[in-house]
């Protein structure tokens, strides 16, 4: 058996060397068209910063090192231009050489990951103007800041690379303005929780502007411009294209593959295209979601080498499937971690599902110890106790919840199954509570309706449409007297019950202090006075706030 593989990188690679570890007997080829086979893509931002000395750190493996491991021959510079699937035979440029050949295959497989999106505008292609895929992308862009001495980086897009780009450029000096379509930065994320990346973007005084496109970018022999679509115009000396990517298909067209909703390659679990003896894998594939079944694209390394060891299995005589993915992502933006998995609360409504939210506000691990605040959004099915999804933020300890809260994701997990996980616990590491066990304490209250939740955008939701809602604010004066919520009466929760009477129990009522604890310490006392309609706001005043400050909201005047 002949398997020619087309695209390296951690597809590829990993379809090659999990075939050779199954079988000694086939003949396996890797065509590449670019000089690296195996590089750490997501450390290219950290090249570009200083953070990695060395670029050679970010290419683990060359053709040579998988001659020898695996006897697979692996040739560079080498691009594929097209397929004859019938005669099973592929043309081949050899780009250095600038000679074409032809080869012959049993099994194909696609590997032929993404290209990086160059919006279709003036000066686009003027020197100074970078993406970032490649290690020779990353080396261009650190020679071009040396070189011409750059003051100010413009990037284009404020998702996970362009954010990186953006933190990396900060601390190596650079003025850096971020450009961004969406109306926030981590447009995957939901509004309430990108306006917070926004503030901590901005705090670090990146110009970020956001609901903003690249409109022209001036230059002679190199960038001096670029022109926004609010009008505005600014020097820059480099400009960094992080506006996504998008997968090659060519070749999959060519033999007849089935492309599916996404725009990506249909597979079925076992990576096989619709065409017999073609397999894709990688960037360039379709994926699907674990929590609602559906076609999904989200490419990410991780999931490339699962898909490239799944599909060299399946080709010599094994059984591995993919088993979908839930879009888990984790990025350090500046002091914070931003981290998310599963479904948004925007994408579980377009799903169909009647969500319940909450937004947890907890130290990482003890405060005396070094405790921080992270929050957490979590999103839960009312219908099921579904878990759906998660997204946090803080400075520590988010990788560690958002990849359990990936794990109860995986096993269908309910909403009460968070609250009796056995979770490792020492004061230097966590709380006692810790606050994934918190998030399912909270939503099982929320779902069964003994203790509901209100979000800030639901309440001013139906503030706005003239409801009338009772809001107690169970803080200190001190705490009221700084601010509260609109229409807000202040009773401290140690004269709750005293004043209880003040209160209209017929009325709906929210209950709320600075993250949440409180307030449903509140929310339990009136339940107990015989209110029936109470509700404690998600994430407290701190996360009301929020959501104001972040423009999310229009407050009537008291």
């Avoid at 070749?251 to 065409?275: C, F, H, K, N, P």
């Avoid at 989200?298 to 879009?327: C, F, Q, W, Y």
């Avoid at 107690?472 to 009466?489: I, M, N, P, T």
């Avoid at 009136?526 to 400050?549: C, E, I, K, M, P």
Wanted: with cysteine.
């Amino acid at each position: 058996m002949r398997i020619v593989i087309v695209g390296s990188v951690a597809a590829g690679t990993s379809v090659a060397a999990k075939a050779r570890r199954n079988t000694e007997d086939a003949e396996i080829v890797v065509y590449e068209r670019d000089s690296d086979i195996s590089y750490s893509g997501c450390g290219l931002p950290y090249y570009v910063g200083g953070e990695v000395d060395n670029l050679e750190s970010l290419r683990p493996r060359d053709p040579a090192w998988f001659a020898k491991r695996f006897r697979v021959d692996i040739r560079t510079r080498h691009e594929v231009t097209s397929v004859d699937h019938a005669a099973r035979t592929l043309r081949v440029h050899a780009l250095d050489a600038g000679e074409h050949g032809a080869d012959t295959y049993d099994v194909l497989v696609l590997a032929t990951g993404v290209t990086s999106v160059r919006p279709a505008i003036p000066g686009a292609d003027h020197p100074g103007v970078f993406t970032v895929r490649t290690p020779a992308d990353a080396a261009a862009i650190d020679a071009w800041v040396e070189e011409r001495a750059a003051r100010h980086a413009t990037i284009i897009g404020a998702g996970y690379i362009g954010l990186e780009m953006a933190e990396q450029l900060v601390h190596r000096g650079l003025s850096v303005t971020v450009v961004e379509a969406q109306p926030h930065a981590m447009p995957r994320m939901d509004a309430d929780m990108a306006s917070r990346v926004d503030a901590e973007v901005r705090r670090h005084a990146v110009d970020l502007r956001t609901a903003t496109t690249l409109q022209a970018i001036d230059g002679d022999d190199r960038v001096r411009a670029v022109r926004l679509s609010d009008g505005s115009s600014h020097d820059t000396d480099l400009v960094v294209l992080a506006v996504g990517v998008r997968p090659n298909t060519v070749l999959a067209e060519q033999v007849g593959a089935e492309l599916g909703t996404t725009g990506a390659i249909r597979v079925d679990r076992q990576m096989r295209t619709s065409v017999d003896g073609v397999y894709a894998v990688g960037d360039a594939a379709e994926s699907f979601s674990v929590v609602t079944g559906e076609p999904v694209w989200v490419p990410l390394g991780s999931t490339a080498n699962k898909m490239g060891r799944i599909a060299g299995d399946v080709i010599t005589g094994g059984t591995l499937e993919h088993r979908g993915i839930l879009g888990t992502a984790i990025v350090r933006v500046l002091d914070q971690t931003v981290g998310m998995t599963g479904l948004t609360e925007a994408d579980a409504t377009a799903a169909g599902f009647d969500v319940a939210v909450l937004h947890n506000i907890k130290p990482d691990r003890s405060e005396y110890l070094g405790g921080r605040e992270m929050i957490i959004k979590a999103v839960a099915d009312r219908a099921t106790g579904r878990l759906l999804g998660a997204q946090a933020i803080g400075p520590q300890g988010v990788d560690k919840r958002v990849d359990v809260l990936a794990t109860a994701l995986t096993f269908g997990a309910t909403v009460d199954d968070l609250f009796h996980l056995d979770l490792a616990y020492a004061p230097p590491f966590a709380t006692t509570k810790d606050p994934v066990l918190y998030t399912g304490m909270a939503l099982v209250g929320a779902i069964n309706g003994r203790t509901p939740l209100i979000t800030p955008a639901e309440l001013l939701s139906r503030q706005a449409a003239g409801e009338q809602w009772q809001v107690v604010d169970v803080r200190s004066s001190r705490d009221y007297e700084r601010g509260h919520v609109v229409g807000a009466l202040h009773i401290p929760l140690a004269h709750l019950r005293e004043r209880a009477a003040e209160l209209d129990p017929a009325l709906p009522t929210v209950t709320y202090c600075n993250k949440g604890t409180t307030g449903n310490a509140a929310q339990n006392v009136l339940r107990n006075f015989g209110f029936t309609r109470v509700h404690n706001l998600s994430g407290g005043h701190s996360n009301y706030q929020a959501y104001v400050a972040a423009g999310l909201a229009v407050i009537s005047a008291e």
